[in-house]
């Protein structure tokens, strides 16, 4: 006998009752979780001022000036290490947090990336930057020079990104990840800091630029 | 098929499921590399997805498999309607985690691929247990 021919009986009538509340229940239940881990997973560190690179549950904080050559060195080398062995796998995810206090050429040099994060496109553009560094507030980042580098990066609106220097919102991340050196007390760059996606970082003292200045904290806290 | 003979399935589909995603779970807990076919695994075991709320998401996983397991021990109403329930549930959360996966991660756990292959068989089972009535005893 089945309760899926023509019911009537009370029991059908529970029996469908019941089915529709567990139908409901499950999709609530499976909506809080969804929507729980979507949150969860979305927010990065805490601490960022641009689009994070990667998914991984350990986040690689970098203080950093663009006019700064140890940062210019440490992305042309290091970097490319640490994205293939940490975020390519999804472990890591790396976090810019701008900073300008070499002069000039280090606002305009940063603004432009912020500008270019609006596009997301933060990470190409902050790299044509360390490629194209010129002396220490020589005047050389230019809006010809942005404009070249724009335009040359796939999906990116050369225009929009030089207007959008200007805009609040760069103006607040610059602030804003301005003040967030200060209050991690971050007085040169490369600085780094390692943690938890989503909690506290710790600064790393690194002697080096290499990759293995940070693969022991990395690998520390991907084993926590 | 029997009520009986369906509880032994459920029974049997739920263990299954429970060994997956425990193993899942203590590999992430202790930081033990994923044994991987599909190579995907490392990926989607160590991203932001792979925990809620400092949870591994595979223990969610055991607990969800334990409830299968142990509304098939029982021929109550409740325990049909809370096994269907946790199987609906699974799915539907383990749909969305191979969206992560193909979108998001670009990598397969084949671990994953596995525990959702076992609830795409436990929700009409369970289903089946919640629509039919037993003819009596005897």
Known sequence: MSAGGAGGTLDDVNRRRLLLASIGGAAIIAGALIGALALSSGGSSKH????????????LLEFADPQCPYCADWAKTSL???????????????????????????????????????QNRFWNVIELLYENQGGENSGWVTDSLLRSIGESVPGLDPQRMLADR????????????????????????????????????????IQSIEPSALTPSLDAALGQ | MSDRRLRATILVL???????????????????PVACATGGCETVQTSRYSELAGVPVAALGVGAYVVLAASAASTSDPA????FTAALTGLSFAVYL???????????CQWCLA??????????????RVVRVDPPAG
């Open chain 1, 48 to 59: 960022t001022s641009t689009t994070p690179v990667g998914v991984g549950r350990v986040a």
């Open chain 1, 80 to 118: 490319p290490t640490i994205v293939r062995r940490y975020v390519r796998p999804g472990k890591v995810q790396i976090v810019f947090n701008g900073m300008a206090f070499v002069g000039p050429d280090s606002d305009a040099a940063l603004r432009a990336a912020l500008a270019a994060g609006r």
């Open chain 1, 166 to 205: 200007t805009s609040k919102a760069v103006e607040e991340e610059l602030v804003s990840s301005q003040a967030f050196a200060q209050q991690s007390e971050v007085s040169s760059t490369p600085t780094f800091a390692v943690g938890r996606t989503g909690s506290q970082l710790q600064l790393v003292q």
């Open chain 2, 14 to 32: 739920s263990l299954l499921g429970a060994a997956v995603a425990g193993y899942l779970a203590v590999t992430h807990l202790v930081h033990v």
């Open chain 2, 80 to 83: 049909r309607v809370l096994g």
């Open chain 2, 98 to 108: 191979l969206y992560v996966q193909a979108v998001v991660l670009d990598a397969y």
């Open chain 2, 115 to 128: 525990s959702d292959a076992l609830l795409i068989l436990l929700v009409p089972l369970t289903l089946l």
